[in-house]
């Protein structure tokens, strides 16, 4: 890299520093000194069940969000990138509206949807399937549910980005060579496609850890997720104690990532370079 070269990314990292370096040092700081140097607030989160409880349950949901994501996503961007070019911008257009909509009314659209006197509720009571309202909100099923449609456009936009990468002309040079379709899209199509999978994996997962809207409004009592004890401290102005929690799940969220890029790195190469 020359000196003009390296001249012209220190904007980007001087961005980098201020809009994710400085504040993260402001939290660690915060937990770290409350009032004066001390452990005592992660003393108090890995030594009580309760936190242990509902990180776990933080992770787990992520982790689950993130695969539904996919499993249905996956499936929508190759049906999209399968179809003629005049049609995939409208195709986007219909995936991409929703999010348009602040997450917020989204989630009190489901609650709308979910309730005793909601939409499904009236329509298997109408058609004869129930006799009674099944209990649908402040369920693990409404949280999960309404998660995934709300970050299912990411994953199908970043699994899109990565098949237009595609020669397609490899799946038909598989094709002349004897192989059937399913074996193509298995040894040719899957295997180039993998880094765009991992990456709106990584991305949803990332933006679940975050989320306490949903949890709070859909979920019940045993569905909360560290963000939302994160915010109940905030309220109660436990500055320190929020500060640690958030500098706890950002560690962990680190450590995953990495150790799933260390499987990617050896596993999965990008289509430009010719696949796995």
Sequence with gaps: MTLSQKWTVLPALALALV??????????????FDPGWTLVHFERFFGRPVFQNVFRNTLMVAG??????????????LYIVTRPARWRPLLLFLVLVPMWM???????????VLGREGVIN??????GLIEAPLQMLYTSGAV??????????????TCYSAMT?????????????????????????LPLSLEGVLTG?????????????????????????????IVTQVAQTNWGFAAAMAIVLLAATIVL??????????????PREGGV
């Design 64 to 77: 689950i969000v993130a695969t539904a994501c996919l499993l249905i996503g996956y499936p929508m961007a």
């Design 201 to 229: 994996w990584s991305v949803i997962f990332i933006l679940s850890l975050g989320f306490f809207i949903v949890p709070a409004l859909l979920g019940g009592r045993r569905d909360a997720l560290l963000g939302n004890m």
């Design 19 to 32: 809009m994710f370096a400085v504040p993260v040092a402001l939290v660690l700081r915060e937990a770290l």
């Design 165 to 189: 990468e595609i020669d397609m002309g490899l799946i038909r040079a598989a094709r002349v060579c004897g192989a059937g379709p399913v074996r193509a899209f298995r040894q040719v199509f």
């Design 144 to 157: 999960y549910v309404a998660m995934v449609q709300i970050l299912l456009p990411i994953m199908v936009v």
């Design 122 to 127: 009236h329509a298997l009571l109408a058609l």
């Design 257 to 270: 990532l990495a150790l799933v890029r260390l499987l990617a790195a050896r596993f999965i190469h990008s």
């Design 102 to 112: 602040s997450i917020l009314v989204r989630t009190y659209a489901w609650m709308v």
